[in-house]
T-cell receptor
Framework: GQNIDQPTEMTATEGAIVQINCTYQTSGFNGLFWYQQHAGEAPTFLSYNVLDGLEEKGRFSSFLSRSKGYSYLLLKELQMKDSASYLCAVRDRGGYSTLTFGKGTMLLVSP | DTGVSQDPRHKITKRGQNVTFRCDPISEHNRLYWYRQTLGQGPEFLTYFQNEAQLEKSRLLSDRFSAERPKGSFSTLEIQRTEQGDSAMYLC????????????FGPGTRLTVT
């Protein structure tokens, strides 16, 4: 089975940097995803890590350590529109690519 | 590429009624997933299709739930004898199993059972 933990809520200020952590325990691992979900909307893909290290994509970066079962999403130069839920999801090693999601971290960006 | 679409966007039904939702994936995607999401939770996997074959079902999918993807294109999710605990957002996602790993989500169908 899979167990994924991430903080429930975080707050930050516009223009700042915030790091959202995710730890996981899985019976198999074939990649970790971060999705952004605004209230009432569908999740949208942010990043994918399957090897250890940092993946950078504009203002968003994601890090993975497979040995530690740990990932983080780093958001730089925060904007008000970044207020959303951030979902960490793990793909198992099976061939079906189904995702197991954490409960999400609600990020509130204030002026 | 018009994205994943779902219909209806909202459904209110009385307990005991049957409901059916439709999902149209991105046209070239052969993989289709259904998830359920309740308030304050992440999406929970329900079932997975590769083309028209239903290859995996979650234990969350009781015998009141059935899903089809008859021609490997659109999919339907039916819930029979709805219960208040079925109230949730039902999300559909698709991916290109040959090339991509990213799942693209539709806007969801919000079900309210009264």
């Amino acid at each position: 089975g899979q167990n994924i933990d991430q903080p429930t809520e975080m707050t930050a200020t516009e223009g700042a940097i915030v790091q959202i952590n995710c730890t996981y325990q899985t019976s198999g691992f074939n990649g970790l995803f971060w999705y952004q979900q605004h209230a009432g909307e569908a999740p949208t893909f942010l990043s994918y890590n399957v090897l250890d290290g940092l993946e950078e994509k504009g203002r968003f970066s994601s890090f993975l350590s497979r040995s530690k079962g740990y990932s983080y999403l780093l958001l730089k130069e925060l904007q008000m529109k970044d207020s959303a839920s951030y979902l960490c999801a793990v793909r198992d090693r099976g061939g079906y690519s189904t995702l197991t999601f954490g409960k999400g971290t609600m990020l509130l960006v204030s002026p | 590429d018009t994205g994943v679409s779902q219909d209806p966007r909202h459904k209110i039904t009385k307990r005991g009624q049957n409901v059916t939702f439709r999902c149209d994936p991105i046209s070239e995607h052969n993989r289709l997933y259904w998830y359920r999401q309740t308030l304050g939770q992440g999406p929970e996997f329900l079932t997975y299709f590769q083309n028209e074959a239903q290859l995996e079902k979650s234990r969350l999918l009781s015998d009141r739930f059935s899903a089809e993807r008859p021609k490997g294109s659109f999919s339907t999710l039916e819930i029979q004898r709805t219960e208040q605990g079925d109230s949730a957002m039902y999300l559909c996602a698709s991916s290109d199993g040959l090339v991509g790993y990213e799942q693209y989500f539709g806007p969801g169908t919000r079900l309210t059972v009264t």
